[in-house]
């Protein structure tokens, strides 16, 4: 049973992939880091000795911090949000738990760099519609919950990344883009080591949709037909980005928790 101020393996990885997820420092020392340089989904990595730096970014939102073994590191670094009103828990036996649970993990070398502000920033065609909302979801969901999305017309997309350091994703001739049959959510998929069920069926259900092979999955026609809607209803792209998290967080939830589950009308009546 976790002490008082500490979340459990189990408990955090419910949380990783939704809109409640807290935000993750990892604390583990450089010379621990080298020895394992992966990530739980979402974390950053913070020097513990300068925790107190994070007090202002972390006002008001639920944080989970973890070093090593989730010991005098982890403690000494919940107790010091703590002071400061921060509301902190320490993942209950740190990374090594995490690690040995088998929960994804997400290697330090496939990050992108992060600007000034420490927030990842990418960069892509205008008026996206599939593939091109389903990576902003995932990188905000399970890599930089604070990653900026830029949208320029197609033709000025090496360009903007070039001059303003803005990784480019989803055209044609980059990393990060279709491989073969497969689409630009898969790649990060394979790139970020995400590897589960729930988002493997979530890709079939996207590849479905971007590549218009609506065979693939019963849903990817809803999911082409929901996304066409939506930048019909948006103008602005960011707006409809931000609109379309709420599409793949329930597509996401469906498919983690509830692809078994049928719905049947009318129901049966009591004398039947």
């Not at 919950?145 to 360009?159: E, N, Q, Y």
Request: proline share 8%; hydrophobic share 45%; aromatic share 8%.
């Amino acid at each position: 049973m976790p002490a008082p101020n500490e979340i459990t393996v189990t408990q955090l990885a419910r949380l990783v992939g939704t809109p409640a997820a807290p935000v993750i420092v990892d604390l583990r020392t450089d010379e621990d880091f080298a020895a394992d340089p992966d990530l739980v989904p979402t974390a950053f990595r913070h020097p513990f000795d300068a925790i107190a730096d994070l007090v202002p970014r972390l006002a008001d939102l639920p944080v989970v911090v973890y070093c090593q073994k989730g010991r005098k590191l982890s403690q000494g670094a919940m107790a010091i949000l703590r002071t400061h009103g921060v509301a902190a828990e320490v993942l209950e036996g740190g990374h090594f738990a995490w690690r040995d649970s088998g929960e994804m993990r997400v290697p330090a070398a496939s990050l992108t760099p992060r600007d000034a502000s420490g927030s990842t920033v990418w960069v892509t065609r205008h008026r996206p519609k599939i593939d091109r909302m389903a990576c902003p979801w995932l990188i905000r969901r399970f890599v930089d919950p604070a990653a900026r999305f830029l949208f320029v017309p197609p033709a000025d997309v090496l360009m903007v990344a070039e001059r303003f350091s803005a990784t480019p994703f989803d055209v044609e001739e980059v990393f990060w883009s279709h491989r073969g049959e497969r689409c630009t959510f898969d790649t990060m998929l394979d790139e970020f080591g995400l590897d589960s069920a729930p988002l493997a069926r979530l890709a079939t259900i996207v590849r479905g949709a971007d590549t218009n092979r609506l065979d693939l999955a019963p849903q990817s026609a809803g999911l082409l037909a929901a996304s066409l809607g939506l930048s019909r209803m948006y103008r602005d792209d960011i707006a409809q980005i931000e609109a379309g998290m709420l599409l793949y967080d329930a597509f996401y939830r469906w498919a983690r928790d509830a692809s078994d589950e049928q719905h049947d009308w009318p129901q049966p009546s009591a004398g039947a």
